[in-house]
């Protein structure tokens, strides 16, 4: 072996080998390929072997490659030789066990050294011993050794590992000061390290006999225990026996309770103080003895480290409790020292519990009867919205029962074992309850609640604690309660002062009542106060005032009921003695009319007596029982003495200065109506002045429509007022000799009508009365007028209201002529303007813009429109719009569709209130955006000389009803626009064919001009094209005449390639010259399109391949039949497809044909080609003409193509359309009519 080089050996799947041979320098590398392959592994990663060899050409080794198969997956492996002059370092080419081994061979000791080298590789050393021929014990002996050093440090690290651990365990846990922050840490510390599956804490509940796990503990998704009980499972006997377990296979153990049925190995230890067990730390494998003694010995070390740290925070946490008791006994007892008010010192017992003891909640609740009503609380709401007195349950159905009975304290640890438990809705995640009776004198008055939101978060620690502090507050509000006592009796004293100073000089009853409810709510805090007074002559009440909870309830307000219906309000004023009822649920009394959304419980009323007379009542009402007391009963009869005098002056003030303000009013309803020009501003005025005059509940004035034959409500006030607008109801008049109708009956009798209800009605009423309008001897409406009262209406109310109603109906009828005398004039005027505005124009396209703007100006519309009917084609076509902002809309539209259309066949005025539900109504894409804000629209015919010419549309973005006048004024003016229109047409049609012969002589001489230019440009561009294939034509003709035998076939294929592109050239001259020489003269037939396009894309499917494009068909298999000739449209389709290949490089080709309609066929070709330029696209159909992309190619052409094209489509009666952008493509669609069998044939 050459001493300046070693060996290298490389075995590698083949594509490796050859990439590390090609990646060494040839100049310094003697490289030989084994020509043998062996049955080895297989190996990626080329450029890495490449590297380490490259790495190791210091020494100029010659390399030996071995390609193998790629079937069997192991590691590669490179073997070097190594001079032992310079021997290297071994570490230098050993990589680890993700990357390939690389192992260095002295080649004079034969020996091979390695750095564990697997198993699996065994047989790869023998083979290369083999072909070296250097078998030696000292590669064994050394390859040993080297995996005893490799299993020595993989110890060594562990040992290292473990004792970083400990060491990191005891820092946290000496520093740790909080139990559970240090169960998290040491839990991630030991499972980030050792423990990946299931590893944590479970800790030992004595009062339950249960292990709980800790939160922290690492569990996967399948895993289901959550507590375990002692002596039952692994951890279970663990911590019975404080023994350690370690299974290396779960399935031997008797007892094994499954969490994971992946778990197939378990160790785990106990927590232990001396004998006393805490817990256990439990790790899980899914891996059949995954723990060895090193794994039971750490985690023994860690337990005992933890246990102490443990119990150390333990006894901290217990002194600082014991320390944070004695600071709230203390602070408590200072507060509620220094508090008088009962609802605030329960408050602040209640936020100090909360704040300083961290519970979830706490409260206190007052035996209030039968019921447990809570009357403070702080902490834990799941809204935020702090205490809310709604959880009043009864005693008897409380857990807190025997608690109150007893005088004992209640703890409940976990309320889930509880099976009857419901917790407070705004309180959902209460687990553990603690409650403490607050008593005095022996007595239990309520209770003092607090509660955690975990199971078992409070202790018998917290009950002491409580029962210390319910001692305190029991007796601070003892003494809040004698406070509060003698505050009440001051205040009464000092409101019967002021009810006196308040209610001396008030003479509304109103006034009154309310600086009654005042004095009341500030004394004894009433959820409802009610005030009534009795009107003797309907032996009814009629309520003044009514507040529920601070708010007046204003729809209470005025309401009548009969006294015998007054439930204990009419019960007590018939009595004429005050009413004390602790609870409405148990007292035998007439109930009171439910009107409000809760239940009374308390209630306290008494009479207002004038020398023995009721003139009223008032009532205080609690939604709680037992709210007033007989105290509070005293206190409210001598308010009610000093109420009642008062209360009988403010009546009979009321009364008078209700009849002067009526009187009054009526006085000036004259003068205001006759001042006012409009029906329904005089209606509205006048039911206005009854409703605020009389106090009404309704006043409505209905006038005959004559239109319709019935009555319209034309003014309202009063209740319905806010849902009903004048012109929006209508009546119908009942037939004569129907009498159950009041209306159709005043209408059709002319004489008053009054219905006194004896109770009021279920819409609210209890009266009406309704009064005829009359002009003359013809009545033109009525007069209704409700009343919330029964039998509010006598003969002189009657009398009254009929001089109204007289006085109504002449203002009204003198209102009316003078409206239609200003119609009248607003109509002629209007369309005097419009006459002279047209007489100023001169052509109709100065003529439509006057029609559409004052038009649309009259109905105060949003949008018109003008159609006139095209002569030449019988089209409508949109010829103006107002305003020309809008969206743009059909140019034309068919003569048999859509509203305009319509009108323009039957000349008839078509109107629709709900346009987009019209069934005529044909909207086109461009008009959606345009109508769509429209609801009603009138089309007009146009006509002159009784010929229809056109369309007017006028549309309003609301329901609108049009009337005669409108109708009348609308017809006129299109009447005027038609003879306009036509005048001016007439007179534009002299100019216009004047003009028009101008331009054509123009436009001709400028065709003719431009046909010499491309009859130039044709002639130059088809000598050019001619000139090269004539002239291969001759060269091959004389190669053919004179050249070899052999080639003669290759000349003849040359020869037909030419003719065929000479060919191509020539059609489509020929075609063009034969469209012109046919004219319109063609035959045509029924003939499915679909053939005549499958046959020419097959044709041109070789070529698109060639090319790289994809060529593609889709055919609608359902499409009509179109009446052409084959020929001719075999060479439009012909054209559209070749030009689509010619001028495509890439991409694909879309041919398509579909049905447009029911009565058209498409075609469509779409290329990806280079497109066309807008300055090509105006000329592309023009004959002769090429495109700038066209001339630049190669492809031979003589501009003809899409000429013929356009020519064929047209004999055809179609269009062609193009799109296109260039460098994007192009998509032409042809359009052909499909085929009716009524159709006749083209000459």
């Not at 790629?70 to 590669?76: I, L, N, S």
């Not at 697997?118 to 078998?135: F, K, S």
């Not at 014991?322 to 006994?329: G, H, K, R, V, Y």
């Amino acid at each position: 072996m050459d001493t300046d080089k070693f060996p290298v050996l490389v075995i590698a799947a083949e594509d490796v080998a050859a990439g590390v041979v090609a990646a060494l320098p040839a100049s310094r590398w003697t490289v030989t390929v084994a020509a043998e392959p062996n049955a080895l592994a297989a190996w990626q990663n080329a450029q890495e072997y490449a590297a380490v060899l490259a790495a190791a050409a210091l020494w100029s080794p010659e390399v030996t490659a071995w390609p193998v198969p790629a079937e069997q997956p192991r590691k590669p492996l490179i073997l070097l030789g190594v001079p032992q002059a310079e021997p290297p370092p071994i570490e230098r080419y050993v990589l680890t066990a993700q990357t390939p081994l690389i192992a260095s061979l002295p080649p004079d000791s034969g020996g091979l050294y390695r750095a564990a080298l697997p198993p699996l590789l065994t047989h790869l050393v023998a083979c290369w011993h083999l072909l070296t021929r250097q078998e030696t014990l000292t590669h064994a002996l050394r390859q040993a050794q080297t995996q005893i050093e490799s299993l020595l440090e993989i110890t060594r690290q562990r040992q290292s590992e473990e004792l970083t651990v400990l060491h990191t365990i005891a820092t946290v846990c000496a520093q740790a000061n909080d139990e559970n922050v240090l169960i998290e840490q040491v839990t991630q510390i030991i499972g980030d390290n050792f423990y990946p599956d299931n590893f944590g804490f479970m800790l030992l509940d004595e009062n339950a006999s249960l292990l709980r796990t800790h939160s922290s503990y690492r569990l996967s998704e399948e895993y289901e225990l959550k507590t375990v009980a002692i002596g039952q499972g692994v951890t279970g006997t663990v911590a019975l026996t404080g023994e350690s377990l370690r299974l290396d296979d779960v399935a031997q153990f008797p007892s094994y309770l499954c969490g994971d049925r992946r778990t197939r190995s378990e160790v785990c230890v106990p927590l232990k103080i001396g004998q006393r067990v805490l817990g256990v730390i439990n790790a899980e494998s899914a891996a059949l003895g995954a723990f060895t003694a090193a794994d039971e010995r750490l985690l023994a070390t860690l337990a005992s480290q933890f246990a102490i740290a443990i119990e150390r925070l333990r006894r901290e946490s217990s002194e600082r409790y014991q320390t944070q008791q004695l600071a709230i006994i203390y602070e408590v007892g200072k507060q509620v020292s220094a508090i008088l008010d009962q609802g605030e010192l329960m408050n602040e017992v209640a936020r100090l519990l909360a704040e300083r003891m961290n519970y979830y909640n706490a409260a206190i609740a007052l035996v209030e009867g039968d019921t447990l009503c809570f009357r403070a609380g702080y902490g834990g709401y799941t809204d935020d919205g702090g205490f809310i007195s709604d959880n009043n349950p009864l005693i008897a159905q409380s857990i807190y029962n025997e608690a109150l009975q007893e005088g004992k304290t209640l703890l409940i640890q976990d309320v889930d074992t509880l099976p009857d438990f419901e917790p407070y809705y705004r309180l959902p995640h209460i687990r553990a309850v603690l409650g403490v009776p607050l008593r005095v004198q022996g007595q239990s008055i309520g209770l003092l609640t607090v509660s955690s939101n975990q199971a078992y978060g409070l202790t018998p620690g917290d009950a002491s604690l409580l029962e210390i502090l319910a001692d305190q507050v029991g007796a601070a509000m003892r003494n809040a309660r004698l406070y509060g006592e003698t505050q009440r009796q001051m205040r009464e004293l000092t409101g019967l002062y002021e009810t006196a100073l308040a209610t001396g000089g008030v003479l509304s009853q109103e006034a009154l009542f309310l600086r009654l409810y005042e004095q009341a709510r500030d004394l004894l805090s009433p959820d409802i106060f009610l005030a009534v007074v009795y009107l003797e002559n309907s032996e009814e009440l009629e309520i003044i005032v009514a507040v529920e909870e601070g708010t007046p309830i204003d729809e209470w307000q005025g309401w009548r009921l009969p006294l015998a219906a007054g439930g204990l309000t009419g019960w007590m004023m018939q009595q004429k003695r005050p009413l004390l009822v602790a609870d409405m649920e148990t007292a035998l009394l007439p109930r009171e009319p439910r009107r409000i959304r809760r239940p009374v419980r308390s209630w306290l009323g008494v009479p207002l007596v004038v020398r023995d007379w009721v003139i009223g009542a008032f009532s205080l009402q609690s939604f709680r029982p037992n709210a007033f007391t007989l105290a509070d009963q005293r206190f409210v009869e001598s308010m009610a003495n000093q109420v009642s005098m008062a209360l009988q002056n403010a009546r009979l003030f009321e009364e008078t200065n209700h009849r002067a303000r009526q009187l009054a009013i009526l006085n000036g309803l004259a003068h205001e109506t006759s001042s006012l020009m409009g029906v329904d501003e005089i209606a509205t005025l006048v039911t206005g002045r009854l409703v605020y005059a009389f106090g009404y509940l309704m006043a409505a004035v209905y006038l005959v429509d004559e239109e319709r034959g019935d009555l319209c409500l034309r003014g309202i006030a009063g209740i319905h007022a806010p849902h009903l607008q004048p012109l929006s109801l209508h009546y119908p008049i009942a037939p004569l000799d129907d009498l159950s109708d009041n209306l159709s009956r005043v209408f059709h009798s002319g004489n008053p009508v009054r219905i006194n209800q004896p109770a009021p009605t279920p819409d609210g009423g209890g009266a009406q009365i309704i009064l005829p309008l009359k002009s003359g001897d013809q009545v033109i409406g009525v007069l209704q007028i409700d009343d919330l009262q029964s039998n509010s209406f006598d003969e002189s109310d009657l009398a009254l209201l009929t001089a109204v109603a007289d006085q109504l109906a002449v203002v009204i009828e003198k209102a009316r002529l003078l409206r239609e005398t200003q119609r009248r004039a607003n109509e002629l005027e209007a369309l005097t303007q419009i006459s002279t505005a047209l007489r100023a124009a001169r052509t109709v396209d100065e003529i439509l813009p006057v029609i559409v703007s004052r038009s649309i100006s009259l109905i105060n519309g949003s949008q018109s429109s003008i159609y006139l009917i095209e002569p030449e084609t019988h089209q409508l076509v949109l010829r103006a719009r107002h305003p020309q902002t809008l969206p743009p809309m059909a140019l034309r539209q068919s003569i048999n569709q859509g509203i305009t259309g319509y009108v323009a066949r039957t000349g008839k005025v078509h109107i629709t209130q709900d346009l987009h539900r019209d069934p005529l109504l044909r909207v086109s894409a461009g008009e959606v955006q345009a109508l769509s804000s429209l609801v009603t629209m009138i089309s007009l015919p146009l006509r002159a000389e009784a010929e229809i010419i056109g369309v007017m549309h006028l549309g309003l973005e609301m329901e609108h009803t049009f009337t005669k006048e409108e109708l009348r004024i609308l017809t006129a003016i299109a009447e005027i626009a038609g003879s306009a229109i036509y005048r001016a047409v007439v007179m534009e049609t002299l100019e216009y064919y004047v003009a028009l012969r101008t331009q054509e002589l123009a436009q001709a001489n400028e065709r003719l001009q431009e046909m010499d230019r491309l009859k130039s440009k044709f002639v130059a561009d088809v000598s050019h094209e001619l000139r090269t294939p004539i002239a291969n034509l001759l060269l091959y003709l004389d190669l053919l005449e004179r050249g070899a035998v052999e080639k003669r076939d290759r000349y003849l294929s040359v020869l037909q390639e030419e003719a065929r592109r000479l060919t191509k050239i020539i059609d489509p001259i020929l075609n063009f010259s034969q469209l012109n020489l046919d004219g319109d003269s063609l035959d045509l037939a029924p003939l499915d399109l679909n053939p005549i396009v499958w046959q020419v894309v097959d044709r041109y499917l070789p070529a698109s391949r060639n090319k790289g494009l994809t060529l593609r068909f889709e055919a609608d298999d359902n499409l009509p039949r179109v009446n052409g000739n084959v020929e001719r449209l075999v060479s439009v389709v012909t054209n559209l497809v070749a030009n689509a290949v010619n001028y495509s490089s890439r991409g694909q080709i879309q041919v398509k044909t579909f049905c447009m309609g029911e009565s058209h066929v498409c075609l469509q070709v779409q290329d990806e080609g280079v497109g066309i330029s807008p300055h090509d696209r105006p000329h592309l159909f023009e004959g002769f003409y090429r495109g700038e992309q066209a001339s630049q190619s190669n492809t031979p052409g003589s501009g003809l193509g899409l000429t013929i094209v356009r020519e064929v489509v047209q004999q055809h009666g179609g269009y062609v359309e193009v799109q296109s952008e260039p460098g994007r493509g192009a998509l032409f669609q042809v359009v052909l009519p499909a085929f009716q069998q009524t159709r006749k044939m083209p000459a």
